[in-house]
């Protein structure tokens, strides 16, 4: 992936912080020092830093933003000098919801939902809708039942991330439809587990932690650059894969870290500005095309040539009526 360059160029993800919206982070691994800011527990309304919860969100989170320890040892995240903060619980979709609001109001730049469910509720999407406003990216993972894109992946807004082996083919476990956006490697991936212990898994959740650094790196290099405009270059720079062009199990292809931060930069005018509160069904939830408007032509001219034609109208008249007469 080229990481150590996109990092130089992405100033490792510094002053960015992503909300790792899951079971719970464990602060006190030793990949994590120093990368973690106060987090929340929405269901017992108290601080989340520190939490022992759950493996997964501890995962996560050093993938996105590890910082190793000793001499080179441990794991170092794809954003290492960003920071995590952390959200629970994915369990209730009220909770979900009010945690992304949580993150939002805390000026979180880049939401990690690496959780997948089959229905989105009011709530859930309406907070997904306030995030959206509020200019942050949201990225979630595709699913792991090789079926349609899950939710929140599959609302609009959300850049839905599937997976691909090492050998850069789709994993036969990632989900896949219209709505799958971007595609990262997902399969014999070492994460980080409480206790200072570490794992080899596979799914769609480690394919959106790479997609969240990355996108940390975006917002660190390029501060002014909106949502909206991240997706779109995350997605416009993507490697094609299977069929040509966009299809439904590589979304618009593998993501390029490297590339989506130093193509050059499209004119605002021709980038995406604001997500579409409209269902994506046919193609990318998070990138639009600039509506090019044309000068219509001045009132006047009507009437002038309305005039004109009424004119010639009475003179045509006026001449056949002579020529009878004659």
């Known amino acids: 992936m080229r990481l150590a360059e996109a990092q130089k160029a992405g100033k490792g993800g510094e002053g960015v912080v992503v909300a ?15 990368a973690m800011v106060p987090g929340r527990n929405i269901a017992r309304d108290v601080e989340d830093d ?11 989170a050093v993938l996105i933003a590890g910082r190793g320890h000793g001499d080179g040892d441990g794991l170092l995240g794809v954003a290492p000098r960003s920071k995590v903060m952390s959200v629970t619980p994915t369990g209730d979709q009220p909770l979900i919801a009010e945690g992304i609001r949580w993150a939002v109001q805390h000026r979180a730049k880049v939401i990690n939902m690496s959780f997948a469910q089959y229905d989105a509720g009011d709530a859930m999407r309406e907070a997904v809708e306030e995030a959206v406003a509020a200019d942050v990216v949201l990225v979630a993972g595709s699913g792991n039942d090789h ?138 939830p998070v990138a639009y095309a600039p509506v090019l408007k044309t000068k219509a032509p001045p009132p006047l001219l009507f009437v002038a040539v309305g005039v004109l034609l009424l004119m010639l109208c009475l003179a045509l008249f006026m001449i056949v009526r002579a020529r009878r007469k004659t």
Not at 53 to 59: L, M, Q, V, Y
């Open 147 to 284: 079926k349609q894109v899950a939710f929140p992946a599959a609302l609009p807004g959300v850049i839905a991330v599937g997976a691909v082996d090492r050998k850069n083919k789709a994993a036969s476990f990632s989900n896949y439809g219209d709505q799958l956006d971007i595609v990262a490697y997902g399969t014999a991936m070492t994460v980080a587990r409480p206790h200072n212990r570490y794992e080899v898994v596979h799914g769609t959740s480690d394919s959106t932690a790479l997609v969240s650094g990355i996108a940390a790196l975006m917002r660190a290099r390029y501060p002014d650059m909106s949502a909206a405009e991240v997706a779109d270059r995350l997605t416009r720079t993507a490697i094609d894969r299977g069929t040509k062009g966009r299809d439904d199990y590589y979304g618009y292809g593998q993501v390029d870290a490297l590339a989506a931060l130093t193509a050059p930069r499209t004119p605002p005018s021709a980038t995406a500005t604001a997500a579409s509160p409209a269902p994506a069904q046919d193609d990318n």
């Open 50 to 60: 520190d939490l022992d919860s759950g493996p997964h969100g501890t995962g996560m």
């Open 20 to 34: 790792v919206v899951d079971s719970g982070v464990d602060g006190a691994h030793q990949d994590l020092r120093g």
